[in-house]
């Protein structure tokens, strides 16, 4: 049954208290409008729970009445995902006072943690216990650990420990009815029955809303090298792959493709940043080896500069001989994303492919680009390990706010294509939600769509979870 | 509705071809009869498919007709999941013919398979690309891919590289009602919607027929190192473990717990076996490192030998000096489980804890045991690396049969109530499949039954699929 705005405010009041609700337009900003500042919609109120009991509360209300939730996090995803829906009228719950250590086990290398709590926050704990958490990402200083869960994030470390699933030992989840799940097992192996915590990793907060999560820790690295690697090809950094896993025995944490076009965009947003080989070269990889105990990591990386370049596959190279150095080196990979920015109006991709098909693929997706639109510059970098690229596109800068966009979306449906064509994804790491949401139904088999389907009618049949994001909303 | 037997044979001979079907029951023992010589019940019929559309079309006419079938792999499950219901005739479906290594692809370091390849083979195909697939079973001989993934299989290996589920990159599966889904992506990250997949992994073939696999390859390792460590108590095994990871630079591929009465064990079903310390130790810790790069790992092996002894964790120990002493140390751990078969009825379990909640629950359940059963010998050795013990009672060897029986029964239940209070699992890697379906089903929570339930009545709702597995039949 509906109610009204001041029966819903009233609950919640009661409920949350002081600062628990927040109903005031003039504050919503800070809740609707992504990094570039656009917004979507407004939501309905914003209720800030900080236990997980309130969560369900709120949520027993909101399936009692058919109120459309949108839970949010860090707000840092890039689909649209967690911004309240421009036509429906959603509460917005923000997880972001939810935000307790629970528990850090340095002996079971686990740790128990509200989903509210900030990466970098929980990253810091882990290693005041002489462990870590892997996960690793450009935003985890405002970045939470329930969007890291709902959103599966991936990042920088996954070639070495995966993405955010398989750093997942148990979770806690408020379901659509309000009922909790526990399911927080501190378990490193757990074969009892289907594994339900699987169901809302990656869901993108559409079956539930996660509160609590037991994260799987490792050893803390001790030492870690930071090197950058001038190669003449594609093909040559596939081969520097294959060699750089065995060379460095697998302790290898990065691998980054970075064509001298990006680290020029990197010198344009930080113009002090010195080219670190001197001369020019069309790729780079940017890579990282780091080891919790004694191995001569040094010794590892010259080696594969020695064979890399006995083979050709690699032109030049420097091993940061110091934190400092090391720090250039990375800023290099984050002054770029900046330089892109302030070219203003591009088109970001996020796909990944079979580390096989990349050459082939590169050449495809090059020459389509080419022939539609020779004056758009490819910006093509990203976790190469993985087989996960950011396939950018600067288009001409002679063109209009409205011709650029036309022109990048059809480019987008030509990439989507030929990522189709060399059996990819066309969404690696950043979800669905609803950016993506189109050209993902499009390449949906009937068969995957009616299981999608069934799973999230079983759990959300009223629709009142983060409708519309990956799946569209029926009613 | 129902057919004859006759029609169905008809059907599955037109389909398969000689050889395909087998209604001989001269001919059953080796899909009925488990290690041990027991068997359930008979089979309808044995269906041998040799291709996924195959096991499509037996599956679309069961589904027409209401068959009730169960797959089988290698039937080397340990908790009868594979065996034919003795109260149902179901149509047997064995995966053996479906056996082909279809790619390997060791730049992308991937290889797609079919469900009844064996896992040796699969192992072996791996290597001969210098890759590895990194699964390891005493059954790898025998059990099947199809079957690890649906029992998401452990072993020996998931303290580095996991269980089954982290090495699946993509799965084909026929589902109950005949179609094929097609989830057989190559790629090492895909964050397009719900991952599916992960539902079939560890569902014990009650949700379909995994036909097909895409398995993640690691590179293979080049250098190998077991060494034998004793120590004096459980602590300290913890101590020593915490330790290992760090000294060792996380590549411990296996460490293993053996208490001297299960090495005795070892040496009554293998006399001939050396006793690898000399003196008699209360516990031993098997491991080994392993390394696919230049590592020097003898140093960093002996180098946890000195600090353990520092620190009192270490009494004595021995690192394997050759091959042959290496697969001494390993026949150890296989030869006692031989021991154990050989002194008759005993309790099996498989259970898992939080690595920091091993001491306490160690003495807790002897305690416990020692209460109730004074001659009662507990066996409790595993991989204790990820918290799981087998933890294993041999009744008093005076009692008559049905006394052991009883008398195991009892304290089974008392240890699976420790195991709930220290917060661990009665089913680490062995799954539920009938054997645990009672004592599983006793600690579900009610939101969790009902979630599991309305997955198994969304994609099965005839309950054709392994029924009476994991969750009770309901018709």
Chains 1, 2 share one sequence.
Not at 229 to 253: E, F, K, T
Not at 401 to 411: N, P, W
């Amino acid at each position: 049954m509906p109610i009204a705005t001041a029966e819903l405010h009233c609950f919640l009041s009661d409920l949350l208290g002081n600062g628990g609700v927040i109903d005031a337009p003039s504050e919503f900003p800070r809740y609707t409008n992504d990094w570039a500042g656009d917004k979507r919609g407004d939501p309905w109120m914003v209720a800030r729970p900080s236990t997980t009991e309130q969560v369900a509360e709120i949520v027993t209300f909101c399936h009692r009445h058919q109120i459309p939730m949108v839970a949010q996090g860090g707000h840092s995803g890039l689909v649209g995902g967690a911004q309240p829906d421009p036509e429906h009228r959603e509460l917005l719950i923000s997880l972001e006072r939810l935000n307790k250590i629970r528990a850090i086990d340095p002996i079971n290398f686990s740790m128990s943690v509200d989903s509210g709590c900030i990466l970098q926050n929980v990253k810091d704990a882990a290693e005041e216990t002489d462990c870590y958490f892997p996960l690793a990402l450009g935003a985890q200083g405002s970045c939470q650990i329930g969007g890291n869960v709902s959103t599966n994030a991936g990042g920088l470390n996954v070639l070495r420990y995966g993405m955010m699933r398989q750093l997942v030992l148990g979770l806690e989840v408020v379901l659509p009815d309000g009922r909790i799940w526990n399911g927080m097992q501190a378990l490193h192996k757990d074969n009892r029955g289907y594994d339900l915590k699987q169901l809302f990793i990656g869901a993108e907060g559409t079956l539930g809303i996660v509160t609590g999560a037991m994260l799987k820790l490792v050893p803390r690295p001790q030492t870690s090298r930071t090197a950058l690697i001038a190669v003449p090809d594609i093909g040559s950094v596939l081969a520097l792959y294959a060699q750089a896993r065995r060379s460095c025995c697998d302790l290898l944490s990065a691998f980054e493709l970075i064509p001298r076009v990006c680290m020029e965009l990197a010198f344009e947003a930080a113009p002090d940043l010195p080219d670190p080989l001197g001369d020019a070269h069309p790729i780079y990889v940017l890579l990282e080896v780091s080891a919790s105990g004694p191995v001569d990591i040094d010794a590892m990386i010259e080696h594969l500069f020695e064979t890399g370049a006995e083979k050709g596959h690699v032109l030049d190279g420097v091993l940061a001989s110091s934190e400092t150095q090391a720090a250039q080196l990375w800023q290099i990979r984050e002054s770029m994303l900046e330089g892109q920015q302030m070219r203003g109006e591009h088109l970001r991709t996020d796909i990944s492919l079979p580390i096989s098909a990349l050459t082939a693929f590169c050449e495809a997706a090059h020459q389509a680009m080419l022939q539609r639109s020779p004056e758009t510059q490819v910006l093509m970098y990203g976790h190469i390990g993985d087989g996960n690229l950011h396939f950018n596109l600067l288009p001409p800068a002679t063109l209009g706010l409205e011709a650029k966009k036309a022109l990048l979306h059809e480019l987008e449906e030509v990439l989507f294509e030929l990522v189709d064509t060399h059996h990819g994804s066309i969404s690696a790491e950043h979800g669905i939600g609803r950016v993506k949401q189109a050209p993902y139904l499009a390449g949906l088999s009937l068969v995957e769509h009616e299981l999608l389907e069934g799973i999230k009618r079983l759990i959300d049949p009223g629709e009142i979870m983060n409708a519309g994001r990956i799946l569209p909303r029926h009613a």
